[in-house]
T-cell receptor, first 114, second 112 residues
Framework: NAGVTQTPKFQVLKTGQSMTLQCAQD?????MSWYRQDPGMGLRLIHY???????DQGEVPNGYNVSRSTTEDFPLRLLSAAPSQTSVYFC?????????????FGPGTRLTVT | KNEVEQSPQNLTAQEGEFITINCSYS?????LHWLQQHPGGGIVSLFM???GKKKHGRLIATINIQEKHSSLHITASHPRDSAVYIC??????????????FGEGTQLTVNP
């Protein structure tokens, strides 16, 4: 099993550009989440999904969109990048509701917005 | 005040030392996780516990629900234990809205 994969590993965007961060898992997990990690702060939940076709907002959803058309994939879209979105982004999945089961994290995407 | 507080923020130890990292939380929780973030950035789950104590190799995690406190212990520390250790708590009940709240992490450096 590849586990949770994320692409790209690094990305530089100009303010106003859009892009999609890809996340995929091959463990048949129903629950998937996107987090951002910033210096001096803990991981913060952006959006999450409890199954294909179902998504919901987390703690810091503004400026991001998600969709979940399949169990495997959970892409995160930045609609119009801003410098405040410079961060490291982690995708995670688990077989049960977040926190009730072990979370499996992807390797992260380091995004810089200039 | 953060809901999850970790101490210390930074910890430097000599190889072989016994290490303790603490996590305190201010809300009622149903589970607590300890995670390890490697220098390369990858995050792995170490423990999930809701009571008592768990042990895996040289790592021991304990939790006291009444005192809202958990500790992560590393026995016979080794330079390869150098990483950021993150505490996360699960708030909310048995619903899909349940989520994790993370501490800022403790940077551990073990010198040879």
């Amino acid at each position: 099993n590849a586990g949770v994969t994320q692409t790209p590993k690094f990305q530089v965007l100009k303010t106003g550009q859009s892009m999609t961060l890809q996340c995929a898992q091959d463990m048949n997990h129903e629950y998937m989440s996107w987090y951002r990690q910033d210096p001096g702060m803990g991981l913060r939940l952006i959006h999450y999904s409890v199954g294909a076709g179902i998504t919901d907002q987390g703690e810091v959803p503004n400026g991001y969109n998600v969709s979940r058309s399949t169990t495997e994939d959970f892409p995160l879209r930045l609609l119009s990048a801003a410098p405040s979105q410079t961060s490291v982004y982690f995708c995670a999945s688990s077989y049960s509701i977040p926190g009730r089961a072990e979370q499996y994290f992807g390797p992260g995407t380091r995004l810089t917005v200039t | 005040k953060n809901e999850v507080e970790q101490s210390p923020q930074n910890l430097t130890a000599q190889e072989g030392e016994f290490i303790t990292i603490n996590c305190s939380y201010s809300v009622g929780i149903s589970a607590l996780h300890w995670l390890q973030q490697h220098p390369g950035g990858g995050i792995v789950s170490l423990f999930m516990l809701s009571s008592g104590k768990k042990k895996h190799g040289r790592l021991i995690a304990t939790i006291n629900i009444q005192e809202k406190h958990s500790s992560l212990h590393i026995t016979a520390s080794h330079p390869r234990d150098s990483a950021v250790y993150i505490c996360a708590v699960r708030c909310g009940g048995e619903t899909s809205g349940s989520r994790l709240t993370f501490g800022e992490g403790t940077q551990l450096t073990v010198n040879p």
